[in-house]
């Protein structure tokens, strides 16, 4: 699975829209993008993924570079409850066999929303 | 409700002596996986299943087993073979194929003293 770089911490006031950028330079064809958040000592909660177009549910929007190297997440109305630890994985999807699908997480960004 | 299960959330062991955690999950999903957190730092993967009675080593698999017997089970062993097993563990599943998100447990804290 290709790596990924995110900015070690972030901060955002509250009411604001959170962009958490991420870089991932090496991602293959068929590589998605996914989002996680970790709030402290829980397990991480799935947020948002893709593969080429943008995407947007109800938690937030994914935007994804047309050459795919970055993606930025956006909480367009970030609340207290958003401050977590957000961590982009690029996966490739199963394939049968001995290609698994497995998820990677790096260090993620700590955002801290501001009251 | 559907869901994945991990217990206890609390777990205290003596050093050297090897302790389970369990992680069940009742969503029908073929893949389940095991990582480690430590303070400050993101989950390292320590070992994985697509399939039951089939599993693979993730990064940091030495002095850890697993089983998987049914497809609801993952089991993770800590041995005493395991030099620092204090942590965080965290258990996740997801539908083998397809672009799916995984689902995580709450997560098991254990301390050796």
């Known amino acids: 699975d290709a790596k990924t770089t995110q900015p070690t911490s972030m901060d955002c006031a509250e009411g604001r829209a959170a962009n958490l950028p991420c870089n991932h330079s090496t991602i293959s064809g068929n590589e998605y993008v996914y989002w996680y958040r970790q709030i402290h000592s829980q397990g991480p909660q799935y947020i948002i993924h893709g593969l080429k177009n943008n995407e947007t549910n109800e938690m937030a929007s994914l935007i994804i570079t047309e050459d795919r190297k970055s993606s930025t997440l956006i909480l367009p109305h970030a609340t207290l409850r958003d401050t977590a630890v957000y961590y982009c994985i690029v996966r490739a999807p199963y394939a049968g066999g001995t290609s698994y699908g497995k998820l990677t997480f790096g260090q993620g960004t700590i955002l801290t929303v501001h009251p | 409700d559907g869901g994945i299960t991990q217990s206890p959330k609390y777990l205290f062991r003596k050093e050297g002596q090897n302790v389970t955690l369990s992680c069940e999950q009742n969503l029908n999903h073929d893949a389940m996986y095991w990582y480690r957190q430590d303070p400050g730092q993101g989950l390292r993967l320590i070992y994985y299943s697509q399939i039951v009675n089939d599993f693979q080593k993730g990064d940091i698999a030495e002095g850890y087993s697993v089983s998987r017997e049914k497809k609801e089970s993952f089991p993770l062993t800590v041995t005493s073979a395991q030099k620092n097993p204090t942590a965080f563990y965290l258990c996740?599943?997801?539908?083998?194929?397809?672009?799916?998100?995984?689902?995580f447990g709450q997560g098991t804290r254990l301390t050796v003293v």
């Open positions: 996740a599943s997801s539908i083998a194929d397809g672009d799916t998100e995984a689902f």
